[in-house]
């Protein structure tokens, strides 16, 4: 009784429960091509601002694997906790290994604008010679919307863990409240590979030309042309009249 009484309306299961796995369904998609792109490049590979990332996406689509199959435990409840207590214990340690190396990630392209002369930078101001070292000391476009991802990211999912640890004493204990937390972590994965494809050029660039190699496999020889078989005639008529000769 005590079950029938937690557990919330048929309506609602099902239609968070659809929510759920048709996000992480997408998500899913977007994951894969990721990895795909990165794992198909010697480059992207050996640089390791790329193997963090191929990693966060490895991990984010085993999250995505066990919160589909929460999706569908949602609408279809079981009686046995042993696989629902398995998989949250996966997708807690996913979730925290994802956190720590997202951290890392921030940290490695930091590193990229602070690493710029700042001191030399101001001195050239001063010293009114500012478009000079701007030109000579650029920093790229590239790097910073690396570093604008990498912090985005970040502080949304430290401000999401935050939440989900302290929110007994900063929300009110509703199944709203608790929705709205699911919600906002399943976010957190899904937005990954949307700011990776969005962001970085290399990840998109390799991915579009991925997808427009299968499609050629796919496609069928080409029938030789007119002018193959006329040059082909030409070739052997020279042969053809010596011989009659």
């Known amino acids: 009784m005590m079950r029938d009484e937690i557990m919330p309306p048929k309506h609602e299961r099902i239609m968070v429960g659809a929510l759920f796995i048709s996000v992480d369904f997408v998500a899913m998609i977007h994951l894969a091509v990721v990895i795909m792109a990165i794992l198909l490049d010697s480059k992207m590979r050996s640089m390791a601002a790329y193997r963090l990332m191929l990693y966060i996406a490895i991990l984010d689509f085993i999250h995505l694997c066990v919160q589909c199959v929460g999706g569908f435990i949602t609408i279809w409840p079981i009686e046995n906790e042993f696989p629902t207590k398995f998989a949250a214990g996966l997708m807690e340690s996913s979730w ?46 590239v790097e910073m919307r690396i570093l604008a991802q990498s912090v985005a990211l970040f502080t949304f999912t430290t401000i999401c863990v935050f939440l989900d640890f302290f929110n007994f004493y900063l929300l ?60 082909h005639a030409q070739r052997t008529q020279p042969k053809l009249f010596m011989k009659t000769i």
């Open 96 to 141: 925290i290994c994802m956190i720590c190396l997202t951290f890392v990630l921030s940290v490695n392209r930091l590193q990229i604008i602070v690493d710029k002369p700042s001191l030399e930078k101001c001195f050239a101001i001063f010293c009114k010679k500012r478009i000079h070292f701007m030109q000579t000391n650029p920093i790229s476009s």
């Open 172 to 231: 009110p204990p509703t199944k709203w409240t608790y929705l709205c937390l699911t919600i906002v972590r399943q976010i957190c994965t899904v937005m990954i590979p949307f700011l990776n494809l969005i962001f970085n050029n290399a990840i998109r660039t390799k991915a579009i030309s991925f997808f427009l190699k299968s499609s050629k496999v796919t496609t069928t020889h080409p029938i030789p042309s007119i002018k193959v078989t006329e040059l």
